[in-house]
């Protein structure tokens, strides 16, 4: 029976195994740094596959590197053996939420998610430290060895204490934000689906460095631009020359071919007012048929310039003069310059009824009608500048303010700005995720968005539990770490809108449906320790003793929740997936998403209960090593799998 792995997979023996298949004479065996022999690639060999010719030393070219950059790539690759411990004491809505809400850091936790979650995030926001000299950089540390890693790793997140600052003193001060950086979105784009997008706020001090990491990254062909929004309209009074009012938030899709990753939005509702007149179609606003751009003409289009005939009794338009259409019109620019129609005339014929003349000063022009509610005329492209009154920082900290009573939170965005992220990112169940996510803004934008179009997204926060100091407003009320403040908004915020939507719900006319109320509700996951004892040394490299049967190699401190937590990955399934927890042959199981796996870490499990879990047929099953109660279960094991549910894939723990 297969052994579940304890580690994240080694990315790079995944990627050797890929290239050995394309290139066998490149793949060679090496020694790693613990002695073993290993799988590696001889890049000598691989440039010479490439190259056509023989290759001497490295060429000059076009590159973004910075001291640390092979490193933090090694760093995006290297297993780590950490698990998700459940938390529902401190969930709401344990048992029905698909919500998570991630306790750790964030390096970790998208490695111990990228197996489940890889491929299935619609839309990434984030809003990383800027790397302003004043704020704190994560430090990841590559230098350490494995070994040292390994037996440090956990050892700072207790404390949050592996936030450091970085000051612009700090002879590495760009690099140390690129080294940060660049993992991180290495592993980001792995999770994001084929139509996925990744919007990161950021500001003037790494701007540039984030273009050209996330243009590598992400591929430039895939960079769709940037949102400058307008977060301070009257302007920075500390900056130095010139008083910056913007931010940009800077955008790649997943593929750039894939043609659906981002949406048109909703028009404003200044640009509605436009659609000021009415007939017995709707709503339409008048757009002048004449092309202003002068480059089009009777001499680039010739086809496009010609007569169009208005009547004054009716003001309908024809290609032809008669009776009734007696006013000519050119497409003349107001100084007389020959311009042209954006219509061709085969279109003038066939939606003829789109079109009418006005007299304007003292000549006439021709209009067509653009009807709101036809097709796409209500929605937009998103503008480049986004200036909404709502999207000041200070709407941030008014969230804030609105629902704790004070400012618990430094630099909130405001919700309005991840709306309109999710507006053109998200569709009605995309799955959301912040892996920087602070006060949970995103969370609550989701929560608020879903209850106003019925959506069912979903989110995920990951937030490191760096720790509060006493004397910041959020120390004084109580909160000793950011994921407190993070998770008690998220409840504060669910509550708001669940009141919101049931007094909506009292005011309804007779006859109208109310809305739902939308998932409010959140698990709590921490990053952790492996749920495994330590004398696994190396996942997948088992000692023979370990893999006999009888061991009880979980920790002490596991719970059977853990240990199921531990080993979802190994069966890609979500960790929102809904967990029941049920007596199976007189032992005690988890049932997981209705019978996809039967988890099993009871004490003394014997045929009688192997056989009736075999009989329920789940896709996977899983046992823990030392919970069989003597060998004939065991032995029997195989065989009544293979009599009542051969299909099912074992494995143990
Ligand atoms: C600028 S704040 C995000 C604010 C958030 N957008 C909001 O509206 O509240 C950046 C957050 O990232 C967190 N952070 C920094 N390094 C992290 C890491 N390695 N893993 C997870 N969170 C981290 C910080 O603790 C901080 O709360």
Known sequence: MDKI??????????????????????????????????????????????????????????????????????EARRPIKKTMRPCPEKSKDWDTTENLYIEGDNLEALKIMRETYAGKVKLIYIDPPYNTGHDFVYDDDFSKTRAEYDAESGEYDEEGGRLVANPESNGRFHSDWCSMMYPRLMLARDLLSDDGAIFISIDDNEEQNLLKIGNELFGSGNYVGKLYVQVNPRGRNLDRYIAKTIEPVLIWVKNYTCGNSLNLIPKDSRMLSEYDRKDDKGSYRAIGLRNRNQSFNPQTRPNLYFPLWISPADGSVALEKDEAHSVERLPLAADGTPTCWTWSKSKIQSENNYLFG??????????????????????????????????????GKKRIKELFGSNVMSFPKPPALMNRILEIGSSKDSLVMDFFSGSATMADAVMSLNAADGGKRRFIMVQLPEVVDEATEAGKEGYTTICNVGEERIRRAGEKIRAEVDEASRQLELGAEPKPVPDIGFRVLRVDESCFKDEYAAPGQYEQAALDLFTDNSAEDALPLDLLFQVLPAFRIEYSAKIVEREIGGKACFDVNGGQLIACFDEDVDTVALEAIAKERPLYAVFRDACFSNDAAVANLEELFKTFSPDTIRKVI
């Open 5 to 74: 792995s304890q580690e994240t997979p080694d990315l790079t023996q995944e990627n050797i195994a890929k290239i050995a298949a394309l290139f066998p004479d490149a793949v060679t065996e090496a020694m790693d740094a613990d002695g073993k022999v290993t799988l590696a690639v001889d890049f000598d060999a691989l440039r010479d596959d490439l190259s056509g010719e023989v290759v001497d030393g490295p060429r000059e070219r076009y590159q973004f590197t910075w001291p640390g950059k092979r490193e933090a790539k090694l």
């Open 358 to 395: 006005e007299p304007c000063g003292n000549e006439w022009r021709v209009y067509r009608k653009d009807y709101l509610e036809e097709g796409s005329a209500a929605f937009t492209m998103a503008k480049s500048l986004q200036a909404d009154a709502e999207f000041n920082n200070d709407y």
